[in-house]
């Protein structure tokens, strides 16, 4: 083992200042998940998988989009969903973080310039460092701050395109991006705005189409994932047609991934249906959301108005204490720490989902009470 002494110090360094991570099951009551609405263990997709198994849906592709992996229920998928969400058209890719990488690497030219919200999620920034061109990020939910970084590229020569780069609710925080204002700023500057729509599709908006009521409105490129609240697995791409042929052809995640299971767009063709009949679900999750924000107000969780409630501790030590002693006591909620956090921000990221109820959240109320003494 000594030739890979290198990992097993760096493990031990994470683990000294409390930062190493482990796999753990699922176990008490879920404060930790994304499945919003609770479609991922839920009768419907699973009836929806055996109707598909039974009407000789394959479990796998068998190659790339490219070759012999283009399956009829991707298309069905793309078609209905761009139909769904009033887009011109989808592309399906195996994962938010796939699509975000092969957005990010692909669409900006040589250039352009990239600005993105400073707690944009980890795969937009990964596809930035393979991006051709620079990119800059701006304070957090301050559409000032955009135009003036594009204002200061602008008066230093740039005359290339600005991609703009947000979520419209931050899996973190749990606030929302000032979209209105977002979609002025690109009009302005010609530019394009990329919304990665992930935590509050099936959550926000009519029929939970999610929070991008600017669709069709300029140059705007969503990605909407059907792993959270959708219950199922993969995300969509919206964009006008040019952008999904230039994807096809030029993005190198999808052009050599083995496309995803044709199963999974089947149950994800169910999984939309489902959504655009799941307003009581929705009206009963942020009653939830409201009755645990108003409880949990008194340890100095942070009412965001959305399903993620996070209770920042700053320590990370004490963090993944309060979250282990909330795993004994049945709640399992999980502390996040950096680098997905900034440094001094570790936190435990509580999620309200529509599998609990009121005596749930009672019950993590006394044991977080009980765990921060």
Known sequence: M??????????????????????????????????????????????????????????????????????????????????????????????????????????????????????????????????????????????????????????????????????SLYSMDGDSAPLDDLVAVAARHDGVLLVDEAHATGVFGAAGRGLSAHDGRGDVITLRTLGKALGCEGALVFAPTVIRDFLVNRARGLIFSTAPSPLMAAVGRAALVLNGHADATRERLHTLVDYAATRLARHGVVATGSQILPLVLGDDARTMTVAGALAVAGCDVRGIRPPTVAPGTSRLRISITATIDEAAIDRLDAALGDALR
Do not use: K
């Open 2 to 167: 000594s030739g890979f002494a290198f990992h097993a110090a760096h493990l031990d360094g994470l683990a000294a200042v409390d930062r190493l991570r482990r796999l753990r099951p699922r176990d008490g009551v879920d404060f930790a998940s994304n499945d919003y609405l609770g479609f991922a263990h839920g009768r419907a997709l699973v009836a929806a998988a055996r109707a598909a198994l039974d009407r000789g849906v394959a479990v796998g592709s068998g190659g790339s989009r490219l070759l012999r992996g283009n399956d009829p229920e991707h298309e069905a998928l793309e078609a209905e969903a761009a139909a769904v969400f009033g887009s011109e058209s989808a592309l399906y890719f195996s994962s938010g973080y796939a699509a975000n990488v092969a957005l990010f690497a692909t669409l900006p030219q040589p250039g352009d310039l990239i600005v993105h919200d400073a707690l944009v999620h980890a795969s937009a920034h990964e596809g930035m460092r393979l991006a051709r061109c620079d990119a800059v990020g701006v304070a957090h939910n301050d559409a000032a701050a955009f135009d003036a970084a594009i204002v200061r590229w602008r008066g230093g020569g740039g005359r290339g395109r600005p991609w703009l780069a947000v979520e």
